[in-house]
């Protein structure tokens, strides 16, 4: 079983980029599809980004154009580079295997599909 761990968060301006970093622990991560998922108070579980084991991304349109979604499987890493941060983006931010090769777009998507475990994800929080 995969365990994620999330890092990179902060406080920034709207306007603003930050690069998140998810290290991968208890199995390989070449194989699998890694997705990033955010939770904000109030709101539902929301996709963000997934990249398929040959590199391949997906974005939702919510993001498409701001997020680049990248890994690096030498060191078990996904990354996540956000730019022209909006206070919408404002969310706990996690990482999650999102199938097997490929991004499963209806997984990712899904705001209440049932993950087998979670990190402890990273707080994002745009604001002026």
């Known amino acids: 079983q995969v365990q994620f761990a999330e890092a990179g968060g902060g406080l920034v301006q709207p306007g603003g980029s930050l690069r998140l970093s998810c290290v991968a622990s208890g199995n390989p991560l070449d194989n699998y599809a890694i997705g990033w998922i955010r939770q904000a108070p109030g709101k539902e579980r929301e996709g963000v980004s997934c990249?398929?084991?040959?590199?391949?991304?997906y974005y939702p349109d919510s993001v498409k154009g701001r997020f680049t979604i990248s890994r690096n499987n030498a060191k078990a890493t996904v990354y996540l580079q956000m730019n022209n941060l909006k206070p919408e983006d404002t969310a706990v931010y996690y990482c999650?295997?999102?199938?097997?090769?490929?991004?499963?777009?209806?997984?990712?998507?899904?705001?209440?599909?049932?993950?087998?475990?979670w990190g402890q994800g990273t707080q994002v929080t745009v604001s002026s």
């Open positions: 999650q295997s999102i199938g097997r090769y490929y991004c499963q777009a209806r997984i990712l998507m899904d705001s209440s599909y049932e993950y087998d475990t």
């Open positions: 990249i398929a084991s040959d590199g391949t991304p």
